[in-house]
C-alpha cells in the first residue's frame, strides 16, 4: 500500500497524533577476499514505521505505539494495523507530550545518488592501496546506499530528504614470517572519501608493522592514556549523551545548564556543538528522525552545559524548544601539542579489541591490541594485550586535549586526548 | 500449538518457484530464501513505556541467491510485486547485469566456486508454542510488566529506573531451489528485566533475563527474577575497583558462556577460514584446551532462541563438537564457505535478515558439564573471584585474544565468599591460556539466549551460549 495512502487512513483513524516514516533504500554490496571478488549484491527495500499517540482526555497521559510494515501490504491488514495500535496506545499512559509542530523554510537539496560511481570509487580505491608482502588488504566489504526518508506527521510535518550512505569493513593484515597479526575496522561516510580512506588504511598498515614486533603491555597499574584514534569518539559520547534530554529526564545525567561538570579541573574543558552539515559525513541531514531541523548548535561550552539536544518527547518533558536528534557533531581543540600530550610516561592507545564507554555508569573499558608505550626519555616502543579501565565520569576532571583534530566521518574531535590515572593491566 | 507456517509465503511460492525456474535457465545455482517474521515488543520503565510489533528478528521478504560461471550474486527484495513475476525476474537480471558491467570495468577477479548442491529435500517443521505474539493479550502483558517496574521501583531506595522488556518473535522462513523446498515456523521470546540505581553520584545498572523457544507465555519467568535484579544492581553502587592482576576464577553459567561464545565460536567461524583471518585452522586436531573442556555448537545442541530446524541456506541444523576432551575436532561452517574449503556445512549459514548476506555464525555454543557442585568449586580457591553477569565480549580469532567484560566479581578468600564485590572486571588473555587452565566443571549448565551477536561490529544475529561454573585462571582489571 503507498504510504499517501495509508496516510489518509490514519487522518480518518481517530488517533489523536500520528507519525509515519517511509524509508525506501536501493543498496549495492560489494565483498572481497583479498581483491578477488567473494559476491555481489543488490538490494531493494521499503519500510513504513507507523506511530500513534492516544491521549488521555484531561491530557495528563499520552500513550504511543508503533508498526513496520512492509510496502506490500494489502489495505485490510494496514486499517487492522491501526486499529491495534490505537488500542495498543490506549495501554500506555506515559506523562503528556505532543509532536512538534512543522519546520519553516526547510531547504531539502536535491541529491542525485549514482550507486554505481559510487561502487566504482570505492573499487578502485582500494585497488589502489600500495601494498607490500609485510602488509596488505586482506580482505573488505563495500556497502553502498542511497536511502530516500519521508517523514510525515499529524501536526503538518512532511519532508523528504535522499542521502547516501556508505560502509565499509576492512580487514588489513601484517606478516612477518609465519607472525601475522590483523586490524579490523570500519568505515562510514556519505559517498567515497577517497584520499581520507586511503591515507587511514596506510597508517593502520604502519600500525600493523608495529604490532609484529610489539611486547606485552606491562603492568602499569594508574598512568596516563592518549587516546589517539577513532576510539576516543567514545570518550566524546559521555559528553554528548548527558546532554540528551532523554538522559537528563531520567536523571541518568548529573547535567545542568550553566553548571560545570566537573570540579577542580587540572586539564582541559570540553566544548561541543552540534553540526547539520560534515563534509562527507554519512549523516548529513537537514531534520532528525523525528523531522525536526538539525541546526549548528553549541551545546556545551567549557565543560559547562548550554543546550540540551533529544527527542521532541523528552525535550517536550524538559519544555526545551528547538531540540532536534544529534547527528554531527564537533568538539573544540583543547591547548596542547600532540608533542606535548605524548611526552613520557604515557600510554597512546590506537587499537583495542572493542573500546567501549558506558555512557550510563561512567565505566570504560578495552582490551588493547596495540599502544605505544611512551617512556620519560623520549623512547618509545609498541606494546600488546592487557586492557585500560576506569570510570570516566571521575576522571575527566584530568583531561587534555591536542589542538589539533580529527574527522571520523560524522564527528571532529582533538586528534588527541589525554586522560590521567586510568587502570593498564598489563600482559606480562 | 504447533506454530503456523506465513500465510503469506505459502501464497508467493509459486511465483517465487517460477523465478527460480527461470533463472535456473542460465545459472548454474538459483535459491530463494522467503521470510515473513511477525514481533512483539513491550518495554515498560517508570517514566516512558514503549509497544511495537518489531523486534530484531521481525522482517518480510525474499532473497535470491544465483551462481553463475562460478560467482555468486544476490538480490533481496521487499518491494516486489509476486503477482508480476515476470516484472521481479526482469528486475533482478537487470541489477545484478549493472554490477555486472561494474565488475568487468573495475577489471574485477572472481574469487571462483563450483555451484552449491542441491539435493533434493521437502521438509516442513513447527515447533510447539503456548502462544503467539500477534495473538497475545497486549493489556495483561502490559499490566504484568508495568507491576514488575512499580515492584522493582518500590525495592530499593536507590532505584532510579526499572524496566521491563519483553519481546517474542514468529518466525517463519521458507527455502527453495529447484529441488529442494524448506518450510519452519517457531516462536522464541526473551525478557529481560533492568535496574538502574543512583547514589553519591554514581549510577550502576544490573540485569536478569529469561529466553526461549516458547510464546509470550515465558513473560510469566520475568517476575521470579526481579529481585535478584535490584539487590544485584544496589550491591554494584558499593563495589570497589578490582586490583589488576591473574587469578584463579570461577565463572558462572553466563559469564561461561560468553567465553565459549567468543573463544571458540567466533574463532572456529570457517567462513573466517577461506579468508586466512583465523588461527584456529591451524590447530584442528591440536590441543587448544584442558582435558576438562568439552564444547559443542549447533542449533540442535540446545533449546533455545536459535533452535531452527534449517538454516538461512537450506541446511539442516546440528550438532558439532568442536572441542573434545581439549582437542580441537573441527570449526562450524556455512555451505558457500564448505564448498570453498572442501568440506561439508555444519547448519550454521545465517543472515541478519534477508536483505543482509549469509555469513557463518553461532547458534547455540556450550560447554559440557562435568562433575562438581558449585560450592566444591569455592571452597578449592585460596583466594580469586567468582565472576557473574556479562556486559560484553570481543575477539581476535587471528591472534586467539579475547576481551569480557563482566558485571562483578565476588571475592573468594579461603575457600570461602568474603561479600566483597567489585565491578566491574574486565578479563583478557590469551584463549589457549584461558581454556588450558580449566581445572573443574560443575556438573549442572545454563544457556542463555537474551544477547544478540555481530560479526565485527555489524550483521547481528540471535545467539544463545553457556555451560556449567568453570573453575579457571585469569587476568582481570
Redesign the interface.
Known amino acids: 500500500m503507498k504510504t499517501d495512502e495509508i496516510i489518509e487512513l490514519l487522518k480518518k483513524s481517530g488517533a489523536d497524533a500520528w507519525r509515519i516514516t517511509d524509508t525506501v533504500k536501493k543498496g549495492w554490496e560489494f565483498y572481497f577476499i583479498r581483491h578477488d571478488l567473494d559476491q555481489n549484491r543488490s538490494k531493494s527495500l521499503e519500510n513504513i514505521l507507523i506511530t500513534v499517540f492516544v491521549a488521555s482526555k484531561d491530557r495528563e497521559y499520552v500513550g504511543s505505539a508503533s508498526a513496520e510494515v512492509g510496502p506490500d501490504e494489502t489495505k485490510e491488514y494496514i486499517e487492522l494495523t491501526i486499529k491495534d495500535l490505537i488500542f495498543q496506545a490506549g495501554l500506555v499512559k506515559d506523562k503528556y507530550y505532543e509532536l512538534k509542530a512543522p519546520a519553516q523554510d526547510l531547504e531539502i537539496p536535491d541529491r542525485d545518488i549514482d550507486l554505481n560511481a559510487i561502487s566504482a570509487d570505492f573499487i578502485n580505491t582500494f585497488k589502489s592501496i600500495p601494498e607490500t608482502e609485510e602488509t596488505y588488504m586482506n580482505s573488505y566489504e563495500i556497502f553502498v546506499s542511497s536511502v530516500e526518508r519521508r517523514i510525515v506527521t499529524s501536526t503538518g510535518t512532511d519532508v523528504t530528504e535522499k542521502y547516501p550512505v556508505s560502509l565499509l569493513d576492512t580487514v588489513v593484515n601484517a606478516k612477518n614470517g609465519d607472525h601475522e597479526i590483523e586490524f579490523y575496522k570500519l568505515y562510514d561516510s556519505g559517498e567515497c572519501q577517497k584520499e581520507a580512506l586511503k591515507a587511514d588504511i596506510g597508517k593502520t598498515m604502519e600500525h600493523g608493522r608495529a604490532r609484529l614486533r610489539a611486547q606485552n603491555t606491562p603492568n602499569l597499574e594508574k598512568c596516563d592514556v592518549v587516546f589517539s584514534s577513532e576510539d576516543a569518539l567514545r570518550i566524546y559520547e559521555l559528553f554528548k549523551d548527558g546532554l540528551d534530554t532523554s538522559f537528563i529526564y531520567m536523571k541518568y545525567s548529573p547535567f545542568k545548564k550553566g553548571e560545570p561538570i566537573a570540579e577542580d579541573v587540572k586539564g582541559d574543558k570540553v566544548t561541543l556543538r552540534a553540526l547539520r552539515s560534515v563534509e562527507g559525513s554519512s549523516l548529513n541531514r537537514v531534520t532528525d528522525e523525528e523531522g525536526s531541523p538539525i541546526k549548528d548548535t553549541l551545546l556545551m561550552e567549557e565543560n559547562v552545559p548550554v543546550s540540551f539536544h533529544g527527542s521532541s518527547r523528552f525535550s517536550y518533558y524538559l519544555n526545551e524548544k528547538d531540540t532536534f536528534i544529534v547527528g554531527n557533531y564537533e568538539v573544540e581543540g583543547g591547548s596542547y601539542s600532540a608533542e606535548e600530550l605524548l611526552k613520557g610516561p604515557v600510554l597512546e592507545c590506537v587499537f583495542f579489541s572493542d573500546f567501549q564507554v558506558d555512557t550510563l555508569t561512567g565505566d570504560m573499558f578495552g582490551e588493547i591490541r596495540l599502544a605505544y608505550l611512551h617512556e620519560a626519555d623520549g623512547t618509545v616502543r609498541p606494546v600488546t594485550g592487557g586492557s585500560v579501565s576506569g570510570n570516566l565520569r571521575e576522571l575527566i576532571s584530568d583531561m587534555k586535549m591536542s589542538r589539533e583534530r580529527t574527522l571520523y566521518d560524522s564527528a571532529i574531535i582533538p586528534s588527541y586526548t589525554r586522560i590521567a590515572g586510568v587502570t593498564v593491566t598489563g600482559a606480562e | 500449538m504447533k506454530t503456523p507456517f506465513s500465510e503469506y509465503l505459502t501464497q508467493i511460492a509459486p511465483s517465487v518457484k517460477k523465478a527460480i525456474e527461470d533463472l535456473s535457465s542460465d545459472h548454474d545455482y538459483v535459491s530463494a530464501l522467503c521470510t515473513d517474521s511477525k514481533g512483539l515488543m513491550i518495554r515498560v520503565g517508570s517514566?516512558?513505556?514503549?509497544?511495537?510489533?518489531?523486534t530484531m528478528t521481525?522482517e518480510?521478504?525474499v532473497v535470491i541467491r544465483v551462481c553463475k560461471n562460478r560467482?555468486?550474486?544476490?538480490?533481496?527484495?521487499?518491494?516486489?510485486?509476486w503477482n508480476d513475476t515476470a516484472a521481479v525476474i526482469k528486475?533482478i537480471r537487470d541489477?545484478?547485469s549493472?554490477?555486472?558491467r561494474?565488475?568487468e570495468?573495475?577489471e574485477?577477479?572472481?574469487?571462483e566456486t563450483d555451484p552449491l548442491d542441491d539435493d533434493p529435500c521437502e521438509f516442513f517443521g513447527q515447533k510447539e508454542t503456548g502462544m503467539l505474539p500477534e495473538e497475545a493479550d497486549?493489556?495483561t502483558l502490559?499490566n504484568k510488566l508495568t507491576a514488575i517496574s512499580d515492584k522493582g521501583m518500590a525495592m530499593n531506595d536507590k532505584m532510579?529506573?526499572c524496566i521491563a522488556r519483553a519481546q517474542s518473535t514468529h518466525i517463519s522462513k521458507m527455502f527453495l531451489t529447484k529441488n529442494r523446498d524448506l518450510r519452519q515456523s517457531y516462536v522464541y521470546s526473551e525478557g529481560i528485566v533492568a535496574a538502574?540505581v543512583?547514589s553519591d553520584?554514581?549510577?550502576?545498572?544490573d540485569y536478569r533475563s529469561v529466553s526461549g523457544i516458547k510464546g509470550p507465555e515465558l513473560f510469566d519467568e520475568m517476575e521470579e527474577i526481579l529481585p535478584d535484579v535490584v539487590n544485584g544492581a544496589a550491591e554494584l553502587l558499593g563495589a570497589e575497583?578490582i586490583e589488576?592482576?591473574e587469578y584463579d576464577i570461577i565463572t558462572s553459567p553466563e559469564v561461561t558462556g560468553l567465553i565459549a561464545h567468543e573463544a571458540f565460536g567466533h574463532g572456529v567461524e570457517m567462513d573466517m577460514f577461506?579468508?586466512?583471518?583465523a588461527l584456529g585452522a591451524e590447530y584442528i586436531g591440536k590441543r587448544v584446551a584442558s582435558d576438562n573442556v568439552t564444547m559443542h555448537e549447533g542449533a540442535l545442541c540446545a533449546e533455545d532462541v536459535t533452535s531452527y530446524f534449517f538454516d538461512d541456506e537450506g541446511v539442516m541444523a546440528g550438532d558439532v563438537t568442536e572441542i573434545e576432551n581439549g582437542i580441537l575436532k573441527t570449526g562450524i561452517c556455512d555451505a558457500?564457505a564448505a564448498k570453498r574449503l572442501g568440506t561439508v556445512p555444519t547448519g550454521n549459514g545465517k543472515r541478519e535478515n534477508f536483505?543482509h548476506?549469509v555469513y557463518t555464525r553461532m547458534t547455540n555454543t556450550m560447554f559440557d558439564s562435568g562433575t562438581y557442585s558449585k560450592e566444591e568449586m569455592i571452597s578449592s580457591i585460596k583466594y580469586g573471584f567468582l565472576l557473574e553477569g556479562m556486559q560484553?565480549g570481543?575477539?581476535?580469532p587471528?591472534?586467539w585474544?579475547?576481551?569480557c567484560?563482566i558485571q562483578k566479581g565476588r571475592e573468594i578468600k579461603d575457600g570461602k565468599l568474603t561479600g566483597r564485590v567489585v565491578s566491574?572486571v574486565?578479563m583478557?588473555?590469551y584463549v589457549p591460556d584461558l581454556l588450558g587452565s580449566i581445572s573443574m566443571c560443575s556438573s549442572d549448565r545454563e544457556v542463555f539466549g537474551s544477547g544478540g551477536c555481530g560479526k565485527?561490529?555489524?550483521e547481528w544475529v540471535k545467539v544463545a551460549d553457556g555451560g556449567p561454573y568453570l573453575k579457571t585462571r585469569g587476568?582481570?582489571?
Open positions: 517514566k516512558a513505556k514503549t509497544v511495537s510489533n518489531k521481525t518480510r521478504g560467482k555468486y550474486s544476490e538480490y533481496a527484495v521487499n518491494t516486489a510485486d528486475e541489477q545484478l549493472m554490477q555486472d561494474l565488475l570495468s573495475t574485477t577477479n572472481v574469487f497486549l493489556k502490559v532510579i529506573e538502574v543512583a553520584g554514581r549510577i550502576k545498572e575497583s589488576p592482576g577461506v579468508k586466512n583471518r558457500l536483505s548476506k560484553s570481543m575477539e581476535d587471528k591472534h585474544g579475547i576481551q567484560i566491574p574486565i583478557t588473555g565485527g561490529h555489524k587476568r582481570l582489571g
